[in-house]
């Protein structure tokens, strides 16, 4: 693993916040669909094998997603 067991969070807090901020921009997203849209989207994303996996590593792939999320989010805000 990368450095000691000890230090897990100094190597993956970056990801953990990044996939708090998916699920917000998410909900973002689905703000002005019905409630059970984003409540499906939330719970699909959450428990998502994937997104988990990917918020526990240490490499940047939570950030990535967090970025094309957040991407999508502007693109249609712009599309309005």
Known sequence: GV????????YRIHNIVASIC??????????NEPKYVSL????FLSFSYLMNV??????GYSLLIL???MA???YKALDK
Request: proline share 0%.
């Open 3 to 10: 450095g000691h067991t000890n230090e897990f969070y100094r």
């Open 22 to 31: 998916t699920l917000l921009i998410v909900l973002r997203i689905t703000k």
């Open 40 to 43: 499906l989207a939330i719970l």
């Open 54 to 59: 990917y918020s526990t590593e240490a490499r």
């Open 67 to 69: 970025f094309s999320v």
């Open 72 to 74: 999508f989010y502007y």
